[in-house]
T-cell receptor
């Protein structure tokens, strides 16, 4: 099976802009989780979608949002970008039952 | 906030030596997992141990779980330069609940 793919791999934006990141899970996986990774904070959980519904949510401001489509592909959006949003954004998919997560390569977002 | 905390935060060993990393967590869990991350890349799942298990092996990896002490350890035997990476523990309070990651242990294996 193909692994988890994320697009784009690299992104440079300026403060105030918005950005949309995309994640395609492993075929058959219904759960997609998003994480933000920074050197200072480590891996922080953003949210998880399962069968198009947000099942879990982390402690991030409303500027961070996501959605999942009927084919399980997921997008996350960050509006009104801030310098502190510069990070590696990782998505992970799972069957939703086994808890093992399979990660994509990540999207490196730089906010200038 | 982080549920798991790895110890040590950094570890440097010679190739062939064993590497031990520890993880402590705060609340009861359903399972604990270990992941590896090579520099700037996605995480790779190594092993999952459930709360009713005490020890699990996978190749050169050995994981123990002590729920009374809320701690786990990951042992990598006969380390190789290719094991150089960051290692994270991750916990879930219950199936279908969010998985929380620790800060990680940065392992360097010197050839």
């Amino acid at each position: 099976k193909a692994g988890v793919t994320q697009t784009p791999r690299y992104l440079i934006k300026t403060r105030g802009q918005q950005v949309t990141l995309s994640c395609s899970p492993i075929s058959g996986h219904r759960s997609v989780s998003w994480y933000q990774q920074t050197p200072g904070q480590g891996l922080q959980f953003l949210f998880e979608y399962f069968s198009e519904t947000q099942r879990n949510k982390g402690n991030f401001p409303g500027r961070f949002s996501g959605r999942q489509f009927s084919n399980s592909r997921s997008e996350m959006n960050v509006s009104t970008l801030e310098l502190g949003d510069s990070a590696l954004y990782l998505c992970a998919s799972s069957s939703g039952e086994a808890d093992t997560q399979y990660f994509g390569p990540g999207t490196r977002l730089t906010v200038l | 906030s982080q549920q798991g905390e790895e110890d040590p935060q950094a570890l440097s060993i010679q190739e062939g030596e064993n590497a031990t990393m520890n993880c402590s967590y705060k609340t009861s869990i359903n399972n604990l997992q270990w992941y590896r991350q090579n520099s700037g890349r996605g995480l790779v799942h190594l092993i999952l141990i459930r709360s009713n298990e005490r020890e699990k092996h996978s190749g050169r990896l050995r994981v123990t779980l002590d729920t009374s002490k809320k701690s786990s350890s990951l042992l990598i035997t006969a380390s190789r330069a290719a094991d150089t990476a960051s290692y994270f523990c991750a916990t879930a309070a219950a199936s279908y609940q969010k998985v929380t990651f620790g800060i990680g242990t940065k392992l360097q294996v010197i050839p």
